[in-house]
């Protein structure tokens, strides 16, 4: 049992130092934790029910993900080579698009759930 106590903290600890890298070197995390930070407050000053907010609240979660999971995909690419290739250059773009996509749909989901507010 301590086995898996120890395993989940060594996951933790990985986690928070894969974060604070991307904190560190990525601008746009920042950006995006300014964003989710405002409209979280917007999420609990307006009369939404829980599963609104929650959906909202875990869209933000997720567009921090998808920047993480676009750095990861940079420093491979990165690591690989830093000579221009048409491949590097579609994958960091695709892990950009990631990204994008996903605010879209975080978006989506603000303009649908303020459109009920009004209707």
Same mark, same amino acid.
């Given at each position: 049992m301590w086995q898996q106590i120890l395993r989940i903290q060594q996951r933790a %600890?990985?986690?928070w130092d894969g974060f604070a890298h991307v904190y560190k070197t990525e601008g746009s995390l920042a950006q995006w934790?300014?964003?989710n930070a405002a409209f979280a407050v917007l999420a609990f000053a307006l009369p939404l029910s829980a599963g609104e907010r929650g959906m909202l609240l875990m869209g933000g %979660? %997720?567009?921090l993900a998808a920047e993480c999971m676009n750095t990861a995909i940079e420093r491979v690419v990165?690591? %690989?080579?830093?000579d221009k290739r048409d491949a590097a250059k579609y994958a960091?773009?695709?892990g950009s698009a990631a990204v994008a996509v996903t605010a879209i749909g975080v978006g989506v989901a603000w303009v649908c759930v303020l459109a009920g507010q009004v209707i």
């Open positions: %600890i990985w986690s934790l300014v964003a %979660i %997720i567009v990165d690591d %690989i080579g830093t960091k773009d695709c």
